[in-house]
Every structure is written in C-alpha cells, then in structure tokens.
C-alpha cells in the first residue's frame, strides 16, 4: 500500500448511529375510533447471518505471524501459502492457486500465487471479499534505519485482513449464504516502491488481467487493508467513492445500522492505490477499499515497521470490520 495523497486536518468525528428504541409506541394493530384496523408496513424481514468471533479471527492473525514475515521467495511464503490452501479447503471451499512470475521493481523475480477461495459454486451472482496476505520485505519507514532491509512481520498490513476473511470462510461453512463468495487473498500487493504506485499490487494486477474464471463477474467486492489495528479510522477512499459510490453506502451504512459507525466515518479520503484499484479499473468489477487512514496521521503508527506485530491488533477493530462484512454479503442478493 502506497500512501499518497495528502492528510487533510481538522478531525471530524461521527458519532455511532444509535436507533432509540421506542417503548411507548400504540400498538400498530389497535383499531381506530371507526374500528378499522391501520396497514402497517411489515417490518423487513430480519436476514439470517452467523456471528463473527474476533477471538477466531485473532488467533488467524497468530497463526500467520508464527511463519514469519510471508515475503515472496521465502520460506515462510511458501508455508503460509500450503496453510492456507489447506485451511480454506478444510473450510469447505472450492480453492483455485493463481501462481505467477512476476517482475518486481528492483528486478526481483517473484514467485507469487493468489489464493482464491469460492462458495456456492453454481451461483451466478456473487460477491467478492479480498485481503493481501503477502509482508512488506522492506520496513522503511522504520524509526531505526538499520531495520530498513527488514521484512515487516505485517500483522495488521497483511495478516488482519486475512484472518477477518478466513473467519468469514469458517462462518460460510457454517451457515452457507444465498448468493457465491469469493473469497481472495492477494500476493505481492506490498513489494513497492514508494512513489510507484504500479509497482505495488502485483497479484491484483495479474488477476484483474486474467481472473481465475474467465469472463468472472461479481456485481461487487469488498478489498480489506489493515483491518486489525485499535482505534482504527475507515473513510469513504477516493477510488472506491469514485468506481463503487453505490457499495460505499451499501458497506458504510450496514457498519452504521451495526453500531460501528466509529470505525467506518463518513470523512471522504484522497484516493489511495491498492488492490481494489486495479479490480474497478482492469476487472470493472466495483470494489471499496476498508482501509485504516486516520486524519491528520495517516496509516497506523507501525505502518511498513518491525513493529507491525500482534500487539497492533485489537479485538474491537476486528469485531466491527468483521461483523460489517458478513451481514453485507448475507444481505447480498
Ligand atoms: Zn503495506
């Protein structure tokens, strides 16, 4: 992820949508004084949807860290990668390796997959819901410069929103929802260079280009990006608010009708160059980006450092992000 763009002051900050329960309304079937009996809108049907655990998707976050920085051409890329694979089979999905070698920047050659994870199969309409689960080989924006050649062990910029999606894989199993789900991890999406944004992203790019169904539609998609972090600030971003203004309100509004409308503000942001960029502008599917820019400071304080780990991630954080996206997909239809 490529911060661009600049921070604009002035915190603006909206206070969740609370629905005020009314305990003195009449009874809506009481008779009128002619005794006719008022219509009455039917209440919208409530949608059946499982609950997500912050607990689950916390220890997805541990098991990831545990391999260590999963930085292409390493190790730890490559068992991560087979857990993966595995983990999401054993949740009951139909799972597609999108392996590739890809050029990087500085000329690295990079043996990259992405991970894609399919429900309900025979389903013509589908979702997307997308993270990257590769880490930043370089930490430089590190406060100490000796840690600049380091790998990032990207907790939150990578592992969070994986685990939040391996957690809606396991809830998918559990309660199958109406409408196919994608589910995505993205490889290579933090191998850039500052100041190029096409240089970030590269498993996104190459799917955007040749997805793993030809001709896939979705009618949308959900691209999650440091999902995992306290206090964590998810504004209307630039490019989701130009490409998918309509999935914007779709996301922001159940967030708001949850009682997360702290973490999912109504603050429009400058548009921000990840994954779901190269979805709405190749794939033309519309696809929001749920990332954490907080105002005035941007990305999280650990941002591409050594100290992205697990005591960045609050349960909280996860819970809202969590919850936001299985009911917009069991909403879905
Ligand atoms: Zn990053």
């Given at each position: 992820m490529e911060q661009t763009g600049i921070m604009i002051a002035n915190r603006l900050l909206i206070a969740a949508a609370f629905c005020?329960?009314?305990?003195?309304?009449?009874?809506?079937k009481t008779p009128d004084s002619k005794g006719v009996v008022a219509e009455v809108a039917e209440p919208s049907k409530a949608i059946e949807r499982p609950a997500f655990s912050a607990d689950s998707a916390f220890v997805y976050i541990e098991k990831q860290l545990a391999f260590g920085?999963?930085?292409?051409?390493t190790g730890a890329h490559v068992q991560c990668a087979r857990w993966l694979e595995a983990k999401l089979t054993g949740l009951g999905a139909k799972v597609v390796m999108q392996p590739a070698n890809v050029k990087a920047w500085n000329g690295d050659q990079l043996s990259i997959v992405n991970i894609i994870a399919s429900y309900n199969?025979?389903?013509?309409r589908r979702v997307m819901v997308t993270a990257h689960w590769d880490s930043r080989p370089?930490?430089?924006?590190?406060?100490?410069?000796?840690?600049?050649d380091d790998p990032v062990?990207?907790?939150?910029?990578?592992a969070s929103g994986v685990a939040v999606i391996l957690e809606i894989a396991r809830q998918l199993q559990l309660l199958p929802a109406d409408i196919g789900v994608d589910l995505l991890l993205w490889d290579a999406e933090d191998y850039g260079s500052p100041?190029?944004?096409?240089?970030?992203a590269l498993g996104s790019q190459l799917w955007a280009r040749q997805?793993?169904?030809?001709g896939y539609r979705a009618i949308f998609g959900i691209n999650l990006d440091?999902?995992?972090?306290?206090y964590a600030q998810f504004p209307k971003e630039g490019y989701s608010m130009q490409y998918a203004p309509d999935v914007v309100q779709r996301v922001w509004d159940a967030a708001r009708s949850l009682g997360h409308g702290n973490f999912f503000i109504s603050r429009r942001n400058d548009p921000i160059v990840d994954d779901h960029y190269y979805v709405n502008k190749i794939a033309q599917i519309p696809m929001v980006d749920v990332i954490d820019i907080r105002q005035g400071?941007?990305?999280?304080?650990?941002?591409?450092?050594?100290?992205?780990?697990?005591?960045?991630?609050d349960k909280p954080t996860l819970q809202a992000v969590g919850e936001t996206v299985l009911a917009v997909v069991y909403q879905a239809r």
């Open positions: 005020l329960m009314c305990t003195s309304c009449d009874d809506p920085p999963r930085v292409p051409n199969l025979e389903a013509t370089f930490a430089d924006q590190d406060a100490d410069p000796e840690n600049h062990p990207a907790a939150n910029d990578g100041g190029e944004s096409d240089s970030y997805p793993h169904v030809p440091m999902v995992g972090a306290k400071t941007g990305f999280f304080d650990d941002w591409h450092t050594r100290g992205d780990d697990i005591t960045n991630i």
